[in-house]
């Protein structure tokens, strides 16, 4: 049988079968993790940041395909983002940049959505300084 | 890249011999069973011959008590609303169990707004219907008791013959769902007191487009398909003939290998299971232990800190087809209602998946699927917040606790905000 036939496009399913940023940030500078209330999932994101800036974002997920690959790209769609660029993130780009989800799996992508906002609330909590950081909103 | 197929709950493949069989009914042999000449008597004897196939297998008293539908969900919505509309005048109550089938439930709770009403037998913590909890269900007004004699997701086995004395008893008529059952167990409706009985031929290598409903005269229903007087008026619309005279042989030869066919799926279950539960820590089998309580052709497992449809991903990507009841999986992202009937931790359901055996799987697929689910499990594992938290002493097993941490549904509802189902 072809193997054409998954249940994800291929965009979804390389992130699934190859997930990028996979892991824990040792010594995070905010690290969020939540879980969907609708179906059980749990996502975790850790980010580095430096000078305002997200240098380094790693995922860890226990949930279905569409979520491992929503927080798969989330994690590639923020690096490199200022704090305030990323507080601004919506599901609907990791929803656009994985080519579409099935509208019953959206929520993976908003779930990936409130974990990265959850490790930034984490890292302002523990840099207040950071929400008045000119910085890191003009940069 | 290897092919396993681990899914035979949902549907089998069609035996070279049956096959052959249809082939003459499309073209050559295509008359309509109800036409009076030649082509139409033809194919008439060949309806009565696959009668008497399908009468043989459960031990019918009567070809003529065999019906055929198009599907088990036809089957199952004519059984209980032809029996309830039939026997509205004598009463209103239906029992049945809360892990039946979906086709079974949704056309009772259907009755329900017609001013039917009905009591969902519990079951326990293996799936076990127990007798007596459907005699206590019963008030003078229940006019159908409907179970199924083996579980479509998990396998238990049900007690139908002691239920069918007291169905008996009561003089109630007694319908038995056997789609997960028929073609790999013996069936015999008359020790069971079944007066009713549905199953599906592709679940057991006949062709897909036809169920059949047994129905024996101590039970009245009327038809629910409107029309021309078919199968004795009991369900309008032309037979699918080809599928029917396949069906017929595959119930054939599903009687005369049943022996075979149970022996070998239950040498790979206990191989599978054994396997699994050798190599994957935390891992739990849902449903009784292979043996005389559950079918031999499934397993229905719950591995600990991953979800189920990641697992049945990779499974696939590994050429293994299995099936899930994870939240995930399902359209609703609701967990199976059977695993949520026998009480199973959420986290559990969330990390369930469904291997159901074949005639034709052998001990070196079992061995690759081991092989093959063990790594499956760690990748899952390595991705999963859940294991690490484990490690670290955040959250407990629920298969094997520790005696450290939280439980896993009190950590997801702590993080959610809200306990999940």
Not at chain 2, 83 to 110: D, R, W
Not at chain 2, 208 to 227: D, E, F, T
Request: glycine letters at 8%; hydrophobic letters at 40%.
């Amino acid at each position: 049988m072809s193997e054409t036939y998954t249940l994800y496009n291929n965009t979804v399913m390389d992130h699934f079968m190859n997930p990028r940023n996979m892991g824990d940030i040792k010594d995070a500078d905010g690290v969020g993790e939540v879980g969907a209330a609708a179906c059980g999932d749990i996502m975790k994101i850790s980010l580095r940041i430096k000078d305002g800036k997200i240098e380094d974002a790693r995922f860890k997920t226990f949930g279905c395909g569409s979520a491992i690959a929503s927080s798969s790209m989330a994690t590639e769609l923020i690096k490199g983002r200022t704090v305030a660029e990323a507080m601004q993130f919506s599901n609907q780009e990791v929803v656009d940049a994985l080519g579409g989800l099935p509208p019953v799996k959206i929520h993976c992508s908003v779930l990936a959505e409130e974990a990265l906002k959850a490790a930034l609330e984490d890292y302002s909590k523990k840099h207040p300084e950071s929400l008045n950081d000119k910085k890191a909103v003009t940069a | 890249m290897r092919n396993v197929f681990l899914d035979h709950q949902s549907t089998t493949p069609v035996l070279p011999e049956v096959f052959d069989a249809m082939k003459p009914y499309f073209m050559e042999a295509f008359g309509n069973a109800s036409s009076l000449h030649k082509h139409g008597l033809r194919v008439r004897d060949a309806l009565a011959v696959a009668r008497k196939q399908f009468a043989a297998l459960i031990n019918a008293e009567s070809p003529e008590d065999i019906f055929f539908t198009s599907d088990g969900t036809e089957s199952s919505n004519l059984a209980v609303k032809g029996v309830a509309y039939a026997n509205q005048k004598k009463g209103n109550h239906i029992v049945l169990s809360e892990t039946e089938h979906p086709s079974i439930i949704a056309s009772v709770e259907f009755l329900e707004k017609q001013g039917f009403t009905s009591t969902k037998v519990k079951v326990d913590r293996e799936g076990r219907i127990k007798p007596e909890d459907v005699r206590a269900a019963l008030t003078d007004k229940t006019i159908l008791i409907c179970v199924h004699h083996v579980n479509h997701d998990i396998g238990t086995i049900q007690p139908v013959q002691a239920i069918g004395k007291i169905a008996a008893e009561k003089g109630i008529a007694f319908y038995v769902d056997a789609e997960a059952s028929a073609g790999w167990l013996p069936i015999d409706v008359q020790s069971m007191g079944a007066n009713l009985l549905s199953f599906s031929p592709h679940r057991f290598y006949g062709p897909k487009g036809v169920g059949v409903l047994y129905r024996n005269r101590k039970a009245r229903i009327v038809s629910m398909m409107h029309g021309g007087v078919q199968e004795g008026g009991r369900r309008a619309g032309t037979e699918n003939i080809p599928a029917i005279v396949g069906a017929g042989l595959a119930a054939q030869i599903a009687q005369e290998e049943l022996s075979v066919r149970i022996a070998h799926t239950a040498t790979l279950q206990n191989r599978l299971w054994n396997g699994l539960r050798e190599k994957v820590e935390y891992i739990k089998l849902n449903g009784p232990e292979p043996g005389p309580e559950r079918i031999s052709t499934t397993l229905n497992l719950s591995t600990e800190f991953i979800e189920g449809e990641g697992q049945l991903l990779l499974c696939d990507m590994n050429g293994i087809a299995v099936a899930s009841g994870s939240s995930c999986v399902s359209k609703s992202l609701k967990i199976s209602h059977v695993l949520a009937a026998i009480g199973l931790d959420h986290a559990l359901a969330q990390g369930n998946i469904i291997m159901s055996l074949g005639k034709d799987n052998t001990a070196e697929e079992v061995d690759y699927v081991v092989e093959t689910f063990v790594k499956i499990a760690d990748r899952l594992r390595g991705m999963s917040p859940m294991w690490d938290e484990f490690q670290r002493g955040v959250i407990d097993s629920v298969i094997k606790p520790t005696g450290r941490g939280k439980s896993f549904s009190d950590h997801a509802a702590h993080i959610s905000g809200k306990a999940a189902h």
